[in-house]
């Protein structure tokens, strides 16, 4: 073999090991964040429930309340006499 030869073979076998290092870091990251963020999927909570329960309540709120609903909110938030 010449040098030249033993130089590329050389080359090659230190990018070969180059690229398994960054391969192993990259894996090695990818498990700590898949260990660190884990998504838990819970189900929706049925409140049709609890929503009927108040609006058959008969819940009347005082004036004081209403005006302040109609400013924090900015709109005409009370509900229509009927």
């Given amino acids: 073999m010449t040098v ?3 130089h590329l073979r050389q080359k090659a076998l230190e990018t070969e090991n180059q690229k398994m290092q960054s391969d192993r870091v990259r ?3 990818n498990s700590m964040l898949e ?3 884990t998504t838990q999927m819970n ?3 049925d409140m049709r429930d609890a929503y009927s329960k108040v609006l058959n309540s008969g819940y009347v709120p005082s004036e004081e309340e209403i005006q302040f609903r109609r400013f924090t909110s900015g709109s005409w938030v009370d ?3 009927t």
Avoid: F, G, H
């Fill in 4 to 6: 030249i030869e033993d």
């Fill in 27 to 29: 894996e090695r990251s």
């Fill in 35 to 37: 260990q660190s963020t």
């Fill in 43 to 45: 189900s929706i909570v």
């Fill in 79 to 81: 509900k229509p006499n």
